[in-house]
């Protein structure tokens, strides 16, 4: 598996331009002996093409397939900007990913990646950190021993009455998983909850790993007479919550979301609670599946066609990698899309819902056969 090391991140560096940034991107590779100066100009043709801009002040500079011979092994390299660079179109650069690829290894690393783009807290924290510890811990797969949230800290329909019973819950989840620190389950448990609409918060700064527990109880439980469909725990030991949180905020006065909740699933929940959207009717939904068949898999290029292609459609569009995970992303994201981590030969689950969801499947089609651009 392709980690990120010490040596691979490069904090408080200074470029007037993005074309110095690629420069300096592709005399780092060489020091660090994944390319050979010649990579550079690959570097410079793939950015004319198209920029690599991901958004969240974050790019992902990276070779032309005719340029990898120039690579001598598979390696990333983070070069961070706190001042930031004009990446030009409006959009600046603060961390600038470098990539060096002769196989799929650094798809792993683009993984990581998409789940810092979609925390603007983290973004912001990296984009000025004087720590490359900080980066490592965001981005490697490795280092992120504990998912934020998973099904195993999700429990839906709980035939719960108390608000203590429901926080014990949600505290003995966060426990078992290893997030908490010995002793602050029960201490947790007793936490006075936050209400915002029908949904209750509880947190602890007593925490190993940063997580978040989802109950809905069977039925709305009275916390101090207002009725709870939904209690969310976190523990905290840094900011990788608040995007989860934010979101979950706005959840509170939507009674039309509030509602679902009182029979949905624990994956259902999983998916909203990750940004996937909402479960609808089995019948209103059209499923396909399709194969990827470009050589290096899901990286950029291919991804920003895949959803240019959507993103006209009024449709909802969901996609899932099933030999990843069970859930579902937005398919009209790039940073999302990125995250499935999807290879060469991988087969995915692509579902639309809506009043052109024929017509966006077709033109989906239509776009992966001609090679999504490549």
């Not at 002040?57 to 990333?76: E, L, M, N, Y």
């Not at 510890?133 to 998973?150: C, F, G, M």
């Not at 527990?213 to 916390?223: N, R």
């Not at 019948?283 to 240019?308: C, Q, W, Y």
Request: proline residues 4%; glycine residues 8%; aromatic residues 4%.
């Amino acid at each position: 598996m392709l980690t990120l090391n010490l040596s691979s991140i490069f904090l408080n560096q200074s470029a007037e331009d993005k074309l110095q940034v690629i420069e300096l991107i592709g005399q780092k590779m060489v020091e660090v002996g994944y390319t050979t100066e010649a990579y550079t100009v690959g570097l410079k043709a793939r950015e004319a093409i198209s920029s690599t801009f991901l958004g969240n002040g974050i790019a992902i500079p990276h070779g032309t397939p005719d340029s990898r011979d120039a690579v001598q092994k598979t390696g990333v390299v983070i070069l961070q900007f706190p001042q930031g660079v004009d990446w030009g179109e409006g959009d600046k650069v603060f961390m600038a990913v470098g990539i060096a690829a002769r196989s799929n290894e650094h798809l792993q690393i683009l993984s990581g990646l998409t789940r810092v783009l979609d925390n603007d807290d983290l973004c912001g924290h990296l984009a000025k950190t004087g720590n490359p510890q900080d980066v490592i811990e965001a981005i490697n797969p490795q280092s992120r021993q504990r998912p934020l949230i998973s099904e195993d800290l999700v429990r839906t329909r709980v035939d719960i009455n108390t608000p203590f019973a429901l926080k014990a819950v949600a505290a003995s989840l966060l426990d078992a998983g290893g997030y908490l620190e010995a002793g602050a389950e029960e201490a947790l448990a007793k936490t006075h909850a936050i209400v915002s609409g029908s949904i209750a918060f509880i947190s602890t700064a007593k925490a190993s790993c940063t997580g978040i527990a989802l109950i809905t109880p069977a039925k709305p439980v009275s916390f101090s007479g207002k009725p709870v469909n939904l209690l969310v725990a976190v523990s905290a030991c840094n900011v990788n919550h608040l995007a989860v949180l934010k979101q979950m905020g706005s959840w509170a006065d939507d009674a039309d979301l509030i509602s679902k909740l009182e029979n949905i699933s624990a994956t259902d929940l999983l998916n909203a609670a990750k940004g996937n959207g909402w479960p609808v009717p089995a019948d209103e939904v059209l499923s396909r599946e399709f194969t990827i068949f470009n050589s290096n898999g899901m990286h950029a290029r291919p991804g920003k066609v895949f959803v240019s292609t959507l993103k006209p459609f009024e449709s909802r569009i969901e996609v899932r990698n099933p030999n990843k995970s069970n859930a579902f992303i937005n398919g009209k994201s790039l940073m999302k899309l990125l995250s499935l981590g999807i290879t060469k030969g991988t087969t995915i689950e692509v579902k639309a819902c809506g009043p052109d969801a024929q017509e966006a499947i077709g033109a989906l089609e239509q776009a992966i056969n001609e090679g999504l651009g490549e």
